[in-house]
Structure formats: C-alpha cells, structure tokens
C-alpha cells in the first residue's frame, strides 16, 4: 500500500516558524513534493526535491521555506520560516519514484504522484 503521513502542522503567530514531516511507506521515493491549499482557493505546488537535491519553489516561499530529504528517501521535511497569514492552508506532500523531467511535469501539474498524505494544518495569525 503506498501512502504517506505528514506532521508538524500547527498555529504560530506571524514571522514564525514550523517544520512539517513526510513519512512515505510503500515505495522508495526519488521525488517528494508539497502543495497546499488554503479553503476556497486552488491548490498549489509550494516546493519539490528530485534527482538527489534538486529543488524548487514556489515564488511565494522562496527565501523562507526549505525542502529537504532524509537519508531515508521516503522521509521529507518543509521548514517554513517568517510564517505570514497567507501561508495559513492545508498542506500536503506528495511524491513517488520519478525520472527528474517526470517528478517536475507532476510538481507543475500536480498530478501524477504515486501517493499523497492526508494533509496537515498550518495556521498563521497576524
């Protein structure tokens, strides 16, 4: 069964931080990635690792979130810093065992992924 479980969601006052966490079971994954979607808005790529530690970001993010993969390639983590109120979503990681051109037409897309977590909440308060 492929699947995966995030966590580290939570409240934080703006400028803040958090850290979130993937754990993917079921299939070795060379390309994870995280969306979010905030209530009444479409959900969006946020950041993706493939090909060993190639990555990207939304514009959104860039320069506060960082996304990185553990020694065990089916863990990933998100480390949001200076946290804003728009930052406020429902994020989800997403991932599988992709060729680089592949894992980056699924970031884009968001589809296409061999599994997706259940989400975890992230609330930022001015």
């Known amino acids: 069964v492929f699947g995966a479980v995030e966590s580290g969601g939570g409240s934080v006052q703006a400028g803040g931080s958090l850290s979130l966490s993937c754990v993917a079971s079921g299939v070795p994954s060379n390309c994870m990635a995280w969306f979010r979607q905030a209530p009444g808005k479409e959900r969006e790529g946020v950041a993706v690792i493939y090909a060993g530690g190639t990555t990207i970001y939304a514009d959104s993010v860039k320069g506060r979130f960082t996304i990185s993969q553990d020694s065990d390639p089916n863990t990933s983590r998100l480390q949001m810093t200076q946290l804003k109120p728009e930052d406020s979503a429902t994020y989800y990681c997403?991932?599988?065992?992709?060729?680089?051109?592949?894992?980056?037409?699924?970031?884009?897309?968001?589809?296409?992924?061999?599994?997706w977590g259940q989400g975890t909440q992230v609330t930022v308060s001015s």
């Open positions: 997403a991932g599988g065992f992709l060729l680089p051109n592949s894992c980056k037409r699924a970031f884009e897309s968001g589809s296409d992924f061999g599994y």
